[in-house]
């Protein structure tokens, strides 16, 4: 990824149980947003912006007064390059 370059994540809350790890499965959208974020930020080694969530689940999808959504929630995790990695130690 060259510096400047946006690196995103898209998930939704749609899943095979017999396909996912525990950890995806016992969270709500709101920790996979965490999950998700954490990945980003700690496994970069400081060569991506802090990571930020975007909520881009259709207005149909959206639970309000009670009523049943009308399709599946849509997250995005988005950073930035930042730089050129550091040189590394000999």
Known sequence: LRPGGKVA???SNRLFFSKAVA???GKDDLE???TVG???HYGAGGLLTPPEAV???PPSARRR???KPQGD???AVVATRTTAPPPRSA
């Open 65 to 67: 007064g009670g009523g």
């Open 38 to 40: 954490s990945y980003v």
């Open 55 to 57: 909520d881009l689940t």
């Open 73 to 75: 929630p849509l997250y």
């Open 23 to 25: 950890l995806w499965t």
């Open 32 to 34: 996979h947003v965490y």
């Open 9 to 11: 994540f898209v998930f």
